[in-house]
């Protein structure tokens, strides 16, 4: 059974850093994208960015509003994908979700198993 | 960066009922789009990909067709369950981007 659970949500002061985690099971980490997601309070989905598979050399994607602030990686040995948060915004507080996006065979990612989400909340 | 648009914002219906949602991309992403279900409090769920292919598990009352700009979710005979916001996205092109959501309520 394909799992993820993030962990890592906390309270942060602005301009603060923060590191979220997602642990895989059910399946092998090394062969999706891996993404975060996140929902501001009462907002809809934003994606934040992606990790690509081995395959690609687990290269990044990343939203313009969190490029340059935010790094994702990943640790097959430890089947856990990050998000690293430097530079903290009021603006960045939502839940983060973390998704498995299992490349076709084109190379786009298609979602199909969603975290639980861990929520960041930005404030002084 | 591709908006998506999502039509109504929201949306009354009567558990039976069959309802039908649109998604327009501001422009093309070919067939490159999904449709997701989150209830209160909830992660989003994956119902469709590659605008009609339903995710495994995903029940056949899901229906997604479209291609190039503008694309439908229609879900026939609302159960209880159903009622819950839905969301498109596009994967065609970075950024990936959602549209503003569809909350389905019981009328």
Do not use: H
Request: with cysteine; proline share 4%.
């Amino acid at each position: 059974e394909v799992q993820l659970v993030e962990s890592g949500g906390d309270l942060v002061q602005p301009g603060g850093s923060l590191r979220l985690s997602c642990a895989a099971s059910g399946f092998t980490f090394s062969d999706p994208y891996m993404d975060w997601v996140r929902q501001a309070p009462g907002k809809g989905l934003e994606w934040v960015g992606r990790s690509r598979d081995k395959t690609n050399s687990y290269t990044t994607e990343y939203a313009a509003s969190v490029k340059g602030r935010f790094t994702i990686s990943r640790d097959d040995s430890r089947n856990s994908l990050y998000l690293q948060m430097n530079s903290l915004k009021t603006e960045d507080t939502a839940v983060y979700y973390c998704t498995r996006a299992i490349r076709d065979r084109n190379g786009y990612g298609i979602y199909d198993y969603w975290g639980q989400g861990t929520l960041v909340t930005v404030s002084s | 960066d591709i908006q998506m648009t999502q039509s109504p914002s929201s949306l009354s219906a009567s558990v039976g009922d069959r309802v039908t949602i649109t998604c327009r991309a501001s422009q093309g992403i070919r067939d490159y789009l999904a449709w997701f279900q989150q209830k209160p409090g909830k992660a989003p769920k994956s119902l469709i990909y590659a605008a009609s292919s339903l995710q495994s598990g995903v029940p056949s009352k899901f229906s997604g067709s479209g291609s190039g700009t503008e694309f439908t979710l229609t879900i026939s005979s609302l159960q209880p369950e159903d009622f819950a916001t839905y969301y498109c996205q596009q994967y065609n092109s970075y950024p990936l981007t959602f549209g503003g959501g569809t909350k389905l309520e019981i009328k």
